[in-house]
């Protein structure tokens, strides 16, 4: 299944849900789906392995979306993670802010606007996982119009 677009991944994510509230994936959720699909279960297990990144037995919607767009997830961190070691430093997330094309006299205000709302732990750098939660997030939401 090829998911490309924020209303894809709601729709494909809500069909899983099989709840009223629909915001996360459980391992009986998927039963009762391939129960309703005709769909043989043998394949459930594997299937929250996969896509329960957190690994608490459930599968949040950011779970779901990032499963499907690790490898695009992967390339825009790797523009910024210079050295590779899935962190960008404030002088990576500079040096890809002006390789981007920003101006250099923004780019003090850029860099703290991004830190404050991608660095989670407030550690001065943004690491893999914070880069993908907030690239998810940021667009394809549920809650984002």
Not at 37 to 61: A, G, R, T
Request: charged content about 30%; overall charge negative; some cysteine.
């Amino acid at each position: 299944m090829l998911l490309r677009t924020k209303q894809d991944f709601q729709n494909s994510f809500k069909e899983f849900c099989v709840n009223a509230a629909g915001r996360q994936i459980t391992k009986k959720s998927l039963q009762k789906w391939c129960h309703k699909n005709h769909v043989k279960p043998q394949h459930v297990d594997s299937f929250m392995e996969k896509h329960d990144l957190n690994h608490d037995h459930v599968i949040e919607y950011s779970e779901f979306v990032q499963y499907y767009l690790s490898a695009e997830i992967k390339e825009n961190f790797a523009r910024y993670d210079a050295n590779n070691d899935q962190m960008i430093t404030k002088q990576e997330l500079r040096d890809g802010l002006l390789k981007a094309g920003h101006e250099a006299d923004m780019l003090d205000f850029e860099m703290n606007r991004i830190l404050e709302k991608m660095d989670v732990n407030h550690d001065g750098q943004i690491s893999y996982a914070e880069f993908a939660d907030y690239y998810v997030k940021t667009n394809y939401s549920f809650d984002k119009k």
